[in-house]
């Protein structure tokens, strides 16, 4: 599903509530350094020939009229959330960007939060690590625990290493949301004990203040993969909840 403006919504979300949607990337096209198999915006490869991304100015033109039509029609905002189609952190206006949004929510609605949903694969910089950790929810996706593993889900087009990713998020001291996806599927299980050992122990050298398990909700590229139900999830993560983590689950 494209999102086919710079701002959109505000939409319910299953995790931030009412959500309105920041997409920095074409409006007509997909940009993004990993080609996950379940993402709901489809394949890289399918994305059309629109390449133009906003510049910090076209963001601050299109948040400041949407905030102003919200205000003027009394419509909530929980969230506004960096999403779009594909990795945020790719605009290269990424830190500015984030500046003019702080500013904005500040004045139109003080009591959102900030959200931005990333692949992490972008923090080892220091604008992408100095303006996520400006706002509200830095929400850091780790799917697998093993570079192999990330290859089957992710498929990064990018160099990836998943203790350079763990390196990088040391750097939060755990004021950060970590948010991964569970799935299965001919190849893969991620509530196998390879997978699910792996990942926990990255949890524990990590210790985020919040972690979002959650599973497919729409169409997925990819066919044939298999969700999992809000209470195998809850099963699964038990451990680590039994250890004080504080672990949001959605199915």
Do not use: H
């Not at 991304?53 to 960096?82: G, Q, W, Y």
């Amino acid at each position: 599903m494209m999102r086919e403006e710079t701002v959109f919504g505000p939409i319910k979300s299953r995790r931030l509530g009412s959500s309105l949607g920041i997409n920095l990337l074409p409006q007509r096209g997909k940009i993004c350094n990993f080609d996950c198999i379940y993402c709901e915006c489809g394949w890289n490869k399918d994305g059309r020939d629109d390449k133009v991304i906003p510049t910090a100015e076209d963001l601050r033109r299109a948040l400041e009229s949407k905030l102003k039509e919200c205000v003027d029609t009394a419509t909530p905002i929980d969230s506004i959330t960096f999403s779009g189609d594909g990795e945020p952190t790719l605009n290269p206006d990424f830190a500015e960007i984030i500046d003019i949004t702080l500013e904005l929510r500040d004045r139109y609605y003080p009591n959102a939060v900030v959200s931005v949903l990333s692949n992490a694969t972008r923090v080892g910089r220091d604008d992408v690590f100095n303006a996520l950790r400006k706002v509200d929810n830095p929400i850091l996706k780790i799917d697998a625990p093993t570079e192999e593993l990330a290859e089957k889900i992710n498929r990064p087009a990018c160099d990836y290493w998943v203790k350079q990713i763990v390196e990088d998020l040391r750097r939060f001291d755990g004021d950060f949301v970590l948010q991964t996806m569970f799935l299965k599927s001919e190849d893969f299980d991620s509530s196998s004990p390879e997978v699910l050992n792996g990942w926990m122990d990255i949890v524990r050298d990590l210790r985020p203040r919040e972690i979002m398990v959650y599973t497919i909700d729409r169409e997925t590229p990819q066919k044939g993969l298999q969700k999992f139900t809000v209470e195998q999830m809850r099963q699964l993560v038990q451990p680590l909840v039994d250890e004080g983590f504080n672990i949001q689950i959605r199915g």
